[in-house]
């Protein structure tokens, strides 16, 4: 029987993971560019954090942000994904649905997850 629940990742890994994957960099997507592939970007790590971290749709905007959350933020990236998708941005910008890209993500997270616990395991393993 498949897994249920969704994978939760550390905010942080995930947002790494976006972007790798995007080509962009953490401060592009936490900045006020407005730049295609860095709202797209913004947008991506929304969705996703809202689904794979425990944080909700405000706590994800404060993240982006650097700051508290804020709704207005919050609801806007949200509409901003459902537009996108159904106009295709997000294929057209990486050659990916959103699915495809999701998935391409969510792998490089693990990948940073297990490369980090690894490195945690490492540091334990010297003080010891």
């Known amino acids: 029987m498949g897994n249920i629940l969704p994978e939760l990742f550390d905010p942080s890994d995930l947002l790494d993971a976006v972007c790798r994957v995007v080509g962009v960099t953490t401060e592009a997507v936490r900045g006020d560019g407005r730049h295609r592939r860095y709202t797209l970007a913004r947008r991506v790590f929304s969705l996703m954090a809202c689904k794979h971290t425990l944080m909700r749709r405000p706590e994800v905007a404060g993240f982006i942000r650097g700051g508290t959350g804020h709704r207005t933020l919050a609801y806007t990236l949200m509409k901003a994904i459902l537009k996108a998708n159904e106009s295709g941005d997000f294929e057209s910008e990486w050659g990916l649905s959103l699915q495809d890209l999701c ?20 540091d334990q393993a010297t003080e010891a």
Do not use: M, W
């Open 103 to 122: 998935d391409q993500i969510s792998e490089c997270a693990r990948e940073i997850a297990s490369k980090r616990e690894g490195e945690r395991d490492a």
